[in-house]
């Protein structure tokens, strides 16, 4: 990527997305918003075979948030700054661009998760987390409010209740209690993070792509339907997964008594 903030390698179906500024912990300069559009547009090309997205952060940290030095933000708390123009322009397209990948995602924090750090989390159809890893809604310790998705989403994976006390008194929430919480999905020792992020993503990527694809779409939209809109969003679905070659070898697998070949078509 052209500034160097972020880290793209793609191999085997799989997309490693790293942050890579570890001296800041992967705080999100203007540099890594564009870095990250960047590597976006690769992911995104059908060309690019990719099947499954690891997103990850380099050295100590997963993202520790907005780079309050990094170019975002001019002369905070006057009259004339909009805190909330940076959010329109950049993160909320980058936001949407990862709700819409065709294909599963998979965050793998292994460090500080904090402010729209969190938020990047979130994302993820799978979380896992280092053991050492925390999250922290660090907003209001900066007199800002919650951005990046997360008042969204944190009510509908804990609850009001925890949602509003994570987002009110800005306490670390270690991995372990995320788990608890039913905030993530997996803790690993931090050494083996990544190995068992990859053992993952390689069962995704060799999975039925449209179908989880599909799937990953069918519970962005669970929220905002009601259960008739929702049973019609299935059947639209179900018709598109019924038309792949991999449903055809998914059949044809289950009478043969063998192992799927997905090929993600």
Known sequence: MKNGKVKLDIADNIAV??????????????GVLEDLIEALTV?????????CLIFTGEGRGFCAGANLGGGISK???????????????????ILKRLRDLPFPMITAVNGVAAGVGMSFALMGDMILAAR???????????????????TYLLPRLVGLARAKELSLMAEKLPAEKALEWGLINRVYDDAALMDEARKLAS?????PTVALGLIRKLYWNSPLNTYDDQLDLERQSQKIAGRTEDFGEGVKAFFDKRPAQFRGK
Do not use: C, W
């Open 17 to 30: 997305l790293t942050l890579n500024d570890p001296v800041a912990l992967n705080a999100v300069s203007m």
């Open 43 to 51: 992911i995104e090309d059908k060309n690019s075979g990719v099947r």
């Open 75 to 93: 002369e905070p708390g006057s009259s004339d700054s909009d805190a909330g123009d940076v959010l329109e322009r950049f993160y909320h397209p």
């Open 132 to 150: 050492s890893a925390y999250f922290l809604q660090a907003f209001r310790r900066i007199g800002l409010v919650p951005d990046g998705g997360s």
């Open 203 to 207: 069962e995704l990527a060799n999975g």
